[in-house]
């Protein structure tokens, strides 16, 4: 069974930079469509940027420009290097295999969260 595990991140200021990191273990090479998610307090989870297995990327439109995802399949690691960062910006976050159903990606259903990262934006 795969497990991924996120770190990276952190307290920091706004207009700041953290660059996340995902490392999944379980599996030879990592073949997935892969995602960040992230949980603000109080709020649903979200799609915040996907990448997919030939490394096309799509982001949240509050994010675009800032975020940028990446992927080390040698590594079986996933990375979200988030800059310009804002207060709104704070929430867990989680990375995430993606399956699409034709009209979405979405979080396989079998598949267990992680225990995120907490990134918290403030001065």
């Known amino acids: 069974q795969v497990q991924l595990v996120e770190s990276g991140g952190g307290l920091v200021q706004p207009g700041g930079s953290l660059r996340l990191s995902c490392a999944a273990s379980?599996?030879?090479?990592?073949?997935?469509?892969m995602g960040w998610y992230r949980q603000p307090p109080g709020k649903q989870r979200e799609l915040v940027a996907m990448?997919?297995?030939?490394?096309?990327?799509n982001y949240l439109d509050s994010v675009k420009g800032r975020f940028s995802i990446s992927r080390d399949n040698a590594k079986n690691t996933v990375y979200l290097q988030m800059n310009s960062l804002k207060p709104e910006d704070t929430a867990v976050y989680y990375c995430?295999?993606?399956?699409?159903?034709?009209?979405?990606?979405?979080?396989?259903?079998?598949?267990?969260w992680g225990q995120g990262t907490q990134v918290t934006v403030s001065s």
């Open positions: 990448i997919t297995t030939d490394r096309s990327t």
């Open positions: 379980g599996i030879s090479n990592m073949i997935y469509n």
């Open positions: 995430s295999r993606l399956n699409y159903d034709g009209r979405r990606w979405l979080h396989p259903p079998g598949d267990s």
